[in-house]
Structures are given as C-alpha cells and as structure tokens.
C-alpha cells in the first residue's frame, strides 16, 4: 500500500543552523512528491514540487528536496533557518486513482531557538 | 487569483448534532478534494471530485458523512449526528484537470464536545 514516512516528530533547531527534515515514500510507480507547510491555525501551502527529472528541486524560501529513487527517500533541506520556519513540514505523494490524490506523512514540528 | 475558500472557520458543535462546511475552490480547477486532519497528524483524504462527478468516497468514514458538489463548482461536506471523534480540521483543495498540485483552503476547524 502507499505510504509516507516522516520518521521525526519533532526537531529543534538553532536560528541560522541548518535543517534536514526526513521523508521516505512507499509507492509502486512514478512518485510525485510534494513537501507542504503549515503555519499555526492556516492551511497548506506548498514549499516545493518533486516531478520525474532532475532529483534536487528549489522550493520557496531557500528550501531544496533531493529525491532518490533506490532510498524511496524525498529529504527537505534548508542551509540556514530562520524564527518564521517554525512551523510543520508535511511530505506527500501523489497517487494516480481516476486523479490524483495525496497521501501525507504525520508531519515533522520545526521549533526554532534562538 | 483568489484561492480556495472555506466557511466557516471554526465551529464547536455537542455531540449529535450536524454541521456542514463549504468550499469554493479556484476558478476554473475542475478536481476538488476534502480531507480531514486531526489534531497533530497529516491531513487524510475523505473524498474527491472531478466537476460535479465523485471519483472516490471510498475513505468517507460512515454513513454519517456525506459530499456533493451539484454544479462541478463549489461544495459542501456535511457531517449528520457529528462524534467527539469527529474533532479534526478539515481542509478543502483543488487542482487543474486532476493535476498533481493541489491547492488548499485555510480549512474548518471543528470541535465535538
């Protein structure tokens, strides 16, 4: 069956460290694979987009994703972190049924200490 | 562009009652999907629809949930007899020809006492 896993609950984080949020996906097909974020009381928006082509994508506000096909893996990267990405990063997979839906991991919390 | 719309946003309901949220997704996206989040987990698909035609309500959790969309354009979830279990947000998105992107609604907060 398919599935997502974001195997951390919850990371802290130093303003200005560096952040890498884990994803690994289980899907038999051609994945497209998507991280969102979700700032307290507001819906998704969406960091980056992950179509079949080139593994490292660019996504809003200094984010990258790296896809591997033989990890079944879409890792979120940010080389410096600031307060406003306290928030939580959900990775998702899209599935072909008549259309195509989204199937969401548990969501990691970014906290960001000073 | 405006993007989806959801109401209300917050609603707080005893047990047994019913409640009902509507969505109005971007114009011109034919693909509308609900979803449900409880509290501290990922959002997790409910229904979906391409124009006013159901394409999966296979994970609607009862007879107690029921989805329409009549005109292909907006549409309301409708919860009958809501349960504690129930409490959850539940998120509107819609997407272009059943495009992979989907774009969300600020989503419905819903609390069953």
């Known amino acids: 069956a398919q599935s997502v896993t974001q195997p951390d609950a919850r990371v802290t984080v130093s303003e200005g460290a560096s952040l890498q949020l884990r994803c690994k996906y289980s899907?038999?097909?051609?994945?497209?694979l998507f991280w969102y974020v979700q700032y307290p009381r507001q819906g998704l928006q969406l960091l980056l987009k992950?179509?079949?082509?080139?593994?490292v994508v660019q996504g809003v506000n200094g984010f990258e994703a790296e896809f591997s096909k033989s990890n079944s893996s879409f890792h979120l990267r940010k080389a410096s972190v600031h307060w406003s990405d306290w928030a939580v990063y959900f990775c998702?997979?899209?599935?072909?049924?008549?259309?195509?839906?989204?199937?969401f991991g548990t969501g990691t919390t970014v906290s960001v200490s000073p | 562009e405006a993007g989806v719309t959801q109401s209300p946003r917050y609603a707080v309901l005893q047990e047994g009652q019913a409640v009902s949220f509507w969505c109005d997704p971007i114009?011109?996206?034919?693909?509308l999907y609900w979803y449900q989040q409880p509290r501290d987990q990922g959002p997790q698909l409910l229904v979906y629809?391409?124009?006013?035609?159901?394409?999966?309500n296979s994970q609607l959790p009862s007879d107690r949930f029921s989805a329409v969309r009549p005109k292909g354009t907006n549409s309301t979830l409708k919860i009958q007899s809501a349960k504690q279990g129930d409490t959850a947000t539940y998120l509107c998105?819609?997407?272009?020809?059943?495009?992979?992107?989907?774009?969300f609604g600020p989503g419905t907060r819903l609390t069953v006492l």
């Open positions: 629809f391409r124009d006013e035609a159901v394409i999966d």
């Open positions: 114009s011109g996206h034919d693909t």
């Open positions: 992950y179509y079949p082509g080139d593994p």
């Open positions: 998105a819609s997407s272009f020809r059943g495009g992979a992107e989907q774009f």
């Open positions: 998702a997979v899209s599935i072909h049924q008549g259309g195509r839906a989204l199937i």
């Open positions: 899907y038999f097909g051609t994945p497209y």
